[in-house]
T-cell receptor
Framework: QQQVKQSPQSLIVQKGGISIINCAYE??????FPWYQQFPGKGPALLIAIRPDVSEKKEGRFTISFNKSAKQFSLHIMDSQPGDSATYFC??????????????FGQGTILTVHP | DAGITQSPRHKVTETGTPVTLRCHQTENHRYMYWYRQDPGHGLRLIHY???????DKGEVSDGYSVSRSKTEDFLLTLESATSSQTSVYFC????????????FGPGTRLTVL
């Protein structure tokens, strides 16, 4: 059962463009939504995260938009750069429960930014 | 990689052989996790630990076992490796509190022939 669905599977954008990756979740108990960035040969690293008490969070060129009623959240990368080329994963967890910090991940999006 | 090492980094083995992967942390985090990463599936949780000798199953635990005898070490064992267990395995650590942020190790690429 895939509780977090991510799209698209791959994305190609030009340098300076906006990259948008979308995720949808099913479990209404989820209350923490991080995004991870992974470069080839490396482990995933936390990029940015949001909780459902806000609808948007921005850190530099990266923004998470959150729609609680639709159970969707998305990552926007403004002014995309070739160095942003990586695989991006959305994830979700239930911080308030007894989930022991377990994260449920989306399937991943391979982002390629052309110079 | 936040004080996390995994060994070995690469391994090729044959079907039916036992394999043990090691995760070692220097952060003294209470929580440790094993994931596998496969194309089209993202990262899927195999097993996790919430303390020494305290472990539980994740989403894809069949064919895997774990042990944690010390805070810093979390072992993943494939009792009898199968080709379907060819994957990249990641260990992660976390400490609950304000967030459920997890920090990942560099991964182990396992090929089962």
């Amino acid at each position: 059962q895939q509780q977090v669905k991510q799209s698209p599977q791959s994305l190609i954008v030009q340098k300076g463009g906006i990259s948008i990756i979308n995720c949808a979740y099913e479990n209404t108990a989820f209350d923490y939504f991080p995004w991870y960035q992974q470069f080839p040969g490396k482990g995933p690293a936390l990029l940015i995260a949001i909780r459902p008490d806000v609808s948007e969070k921005k850190e530099g060129r990266f923004t998470i938009s959150f729609n609680k009623s639709a159970k969707q959240f998305s990552l926007h990368i403004m002014d995309s750069q070739p160095g942003d080329s990586a695989t991006y994963f959305c994830a979700a967890s239930n911080e308030g429960g007894t989930s022991y910090g377990k994260l449920t991940f989306g399937q991943g999006t391979i982002l390629t930014v052309h110079p | 990689d936040a004080g996390i090492t995994q060994s070995p980094r690469h391994k090729v083995t044959e079907t039916g052989t036992p394999v043990t992967l090691r995760c070692h942390q220097t952060e003294n985090h209470r929580y440790m996790y094993w994931y596998r990463q496969d194309p089209g599936h993202g990262l899927r949780l195999i097993h996790y630990s919430y303390g020494v000798k305290d472990t539980d199953k994740g989403e894809v635990s069949d064919g895997y076992s774990v042990s944690r005898s010390k805070t810093e070490d979390f072992l993943l064992t494939l009792e009898s490796a199968t080709s379907s267990q060819t994957s990249v395995y990641f260990c992660a650590i976390g400490k609950r509190g304000l967030t459920d942020t997890q920090y990942f190790g560099p991964g182990t690429r396992l090929t089962v022939l």
